[in-house]
């Protein structure tokens, strides 16, 4: 196994950090991997925003659902979906292309070009020795991110992404059994599979839970997502995404 | 800079490879790799298809637009927001949340659960010295691409990972300046700064393009962004992801 490989295997979310800020070498460094990832037919269709801004940090981090580690962490970013500069550059040439940044393509291309940027920048950071962890919890209320990092239309921020020098580890996440997510031709939906891949993971995180909180948590898999669920999770995102240009039609 | 922030900034999509085949235990590195994902709630909403099947990877090949590397690759990786094992754990339980499962929420979560995990999958196979290319080109026809692998209601196939050992190599394309990318405290939407950016971004390319083709290819970046839109890129997927059970409410 290279280095690479372990530092991606290793991956755990870092949700404490020293106060020890990015250097500006180290941010040039992590954008720079972020704008090296693959994107889709050449768009780019992404933004940074690097907030370095404390009064701007801590309205995000109340923002977010009051996490701390959205304030106190050494630099964050904020991905946005970005088809700003193609509509600009469209009006440059006296073209109108509003019809199609408003597909529902564009708007899937956006946040892939998004994601894959920001998975690098990751990577990247933990392989210099940073912790990481994203925040999707900006999405609670996307009205009042937009003002505070005064966004156009046709930007969309979708998650935060917090680095910095770790000031405590977490423990590493089980994730589904292969079989469950790896499919091999077909996608295999049989319900036999599905109920031995489901009861063996929920054993699993079970046990996880069990052993690092002295049995005082005991939740399965399944029931974490069935609670996440029934919070019905920010349901006004159809309508806000439209009213930004994405995903009209 | 270390070897990893090397890969990632070596990174050129290839688009040739060998006849060899990935291995078993390089098929397995690069799953769990992508596993090891950051994944937002947890919920792990995002399954890989992996297509070793001939017939199937020639069918691939011909639906994402006829290109050969499709079917000639070491192995070929279809990434799938999938939102199916929620659904069925819940109905389980006795609990319906077909419509969160169909909020544009968790559209999104989808999207960048399964790109984090692709992205993994992209920097831990380069690592090994593997090239790689993303195939947005399934979204061409995905009523046929679902038929192919027989996915169900509420899993959508995203985009195609190839992987392979590389038969030659290409160019790294220059990405837009850091400064068009990346903002500091809040989006730099002043028309100024954006000219300026495009027109420096636009030379580059153009020079790109001249010196690899011997002076043939000579187009700008804005060139190929606004000749891109007018293709109209797959306006079906609106009402398509809809019929799938994603992105409804």
């Known amino acids: 196994m290279n280095n690479t490989i372990e530092t991606i295997l290793?991956?755990?979310?870092?949700?404490?950090?020293?106060?020890?800020?990015?250097?500006?070498?180290?941010?040039?460094?992590?954008?720079?991997?972020?704008?090296?990832?693959?994107?889709?037919?050449?768009?780019?269709?992404?933004?940074?925003?690097?907030?370095s801004d404390q009064d701007k940090k801590r309205e995000l981090s109340v923002l977010a659902g009051n996490q701390p580690y959205v304030e106190h962490n050494g630099h964050l970013f904020v991905?946005?979906?970005?088809?700003?500069?193609?509509?600009?550059?469209?009006?440059?040439?006296?073209?109108?292309?509003?019809?199609?940044?408003?597909?529902?393509e564009m708007f899937?291309?956006?946040?892939?070009?998004?994601?894959?940027?920001?998975?690098?920048m990751s990577i990247a950071a933990e392989s210099m020795g940073l912790g990481i962890c994203y925040i999707g919890g900006i999405r609670n209320e996307l009205d009042k991110v937009t003002k505070v990092l005064e966004t156009p239309d046709h930007v969309l921020p979708l998650f935060g992404l917090v680095v910095g020098h770790p000031a405590n580890t977490s423990g590493k996440k089980p994730r589904l059994p292969k079989q469950a997510v790896y499919h091999e031709n077909v996608y295999d939906s049989s319900e036999e599979n599905f109920r031995k891949n489901m009861n063996e993971y929920d054993q699993t995180i079970s046990n996880y839970y069990k052993e690092r909180t002295n049995g005082q948590r005991v939740?399965?898999?399944?029931?974490?997502?069935?609670?996440?669920?029934?919070?019905?999770?920010?349901?006004?995102?159809?309508?806000?995404?439209?009213?930004?240009?994405?995903?009209?039609?």
Chains 1, 2 share one sequence.
Not at 23 to 47: C, D, G, K, M, P
Not at 108 to 120: E, G, R
Not at 229 to 235: D, N, V
């Open 219 to 249: 939740e399965t898999w399944s029931d974490q997502i069935l609670q996440f669920m029934k919070q019905k999770p920010r349901t006004y995102l159809n309508q806000y995404v439209k009213d930004k240009g994405f995903n009209k039609q």
């Open 108 to 120: 899937m291309v956006s946040i892939i070009d998004a994601a894959l940027a920001a998975q690098n």
């Open 10 to 51: 290793n991956h755990r979310s870092i949700r404490s950090f020293t106060d020890q800020l990015l250097s500006s070498e180290e941010i040039h460094t992590l954008v720079e991997s972020a704008q090296a990832a693959s994107t889709s037919s050449y768009v780019q269709a992404y933004s940074i925003i690097g907030v």
């Open 79 to 104: 991905f946005c979906a970005d088809l700003y500069r193609h509509k600009a550059l469209a009006e440059q040439k006296g073209e109108d292309i509003t019809e199609l940044l408003e597909n529902t």
